[in-house]
């Protein structure tokens, strides 16, 4: 049974960084596809980066595109998720999934598709002031 544990949530200023930490213990040996999703208050999840397990190949939504960086250290089975220029609307609950890509192909073509991640996190709190 794959765990996965996110960490290093917390205050941010407008314009600010904060780096978000997922450990990852427990996949197989396949394309195994790491994503960052987040949850406003009062909305719906929505995914905002993920990368590959074969080629490393990185995916991001439009809103965090150029301001969000998805990285792994594989040596400490942690994939990192770097935000950069935080705006008021990046508070929210920041949680760090994976699974097991059976068909990377097809899956390329909607890379963060929630409904794919069957590991998930408890999520980390980010907040940012204005």
């Known amino acids: 049974q794959a765990q996965v544990k996110e960490s290093g949530g917390g205050l941010a200023q407008a314009g600010g960084s904060v780096r978000l930490s997922c450990v990852v213990s427990g996949l197989g040996r396949g394309d195994n596809v790491i994503g960052w999703f987040r949850q406003a208050p009062g909305k719906e999840r929505e995914g905002g980066s993920c990368?590959?397990?074969?080629?490393?190949?990185?995916y991001y939504t439009a809103s965090v595109k150029g301001r969000f960086t998805i990285s792994k250290d594989y040596a400490r089975n942690t994939v990192y998720l770097q935000m950069n220029n935080l705006k008021p609307e990046d508070k929210g609950v920041y949680y760090c999934a994976a699974y097991e890509s059976l068909d990377p192909i097809r899956d390329v073509s909607s890379p963060l598709a929630q409904w794919r991640f069957y590991y998930w996190g408890q999520g980390t709190q980010v907040t940012v002031s204005s």
């Open positions: 990368m590959t397990g074969s080629d490393e190949s990185t």
